[in-house]
């Protein structure tokens, strides 16, 4: 029982250990260069910004809908596939379920890349 704990701590502390080694080691070997002003000020281009700030945030929605299905929708089908023997019927509706909602996904992002990427005059 005792080294079930041991086992847990000792894992903490690798895990724990291995990042921050990686971090000092980084900091001991980088360059180091004098400071300059110009290169740490921040960078602001004096650029008036155009449409909604709001934009930013929906430009990835599309190729996430596109993730979906390509990658965790079929590594379900694969091991669905592999087993599809012994699982229960309803289960394998509800995998096929699945694969059609992954679809529509599929079509609803294509459709949004489609859609965004239509020249707009201004």
Do not use: C
Not at 38 to 66: C, I, Q
């Amino acid at each position: 029982m005792l080294y079930n704990y041991i086992a847990v701590v000792f894992f903490v502390v690798v895990a724990l250990f291995v990042p921050i080694s990686f971090l000092m080691a980084a900091k001991m070997l980088r360059h180091r260069s004098p400071q300059n002003p110009v290169k740490s000020a921040p960078y602001e281009s004096a650029e008036s910004t155009m449409g909604r700030n709001r934009d930013v945030m929906n430009e990835y929605l599309p190729y996430f809908m596109l993730f979906v299905p390509f990658e965790v929708a079929t590594m379900v089908l694969l091991l669905w596939a592999a087993i599809s023997k012994s699982v229960p019927y309803i289960d394998s509706l509800l995998v096929v379920g699945m694969a059609v909602m992954a679809m529509l996904f599929s079509l609803a992002g294509y459709i949004m890349i489609r859609v965004n990427n239509v020249p707009r005059s201004y």
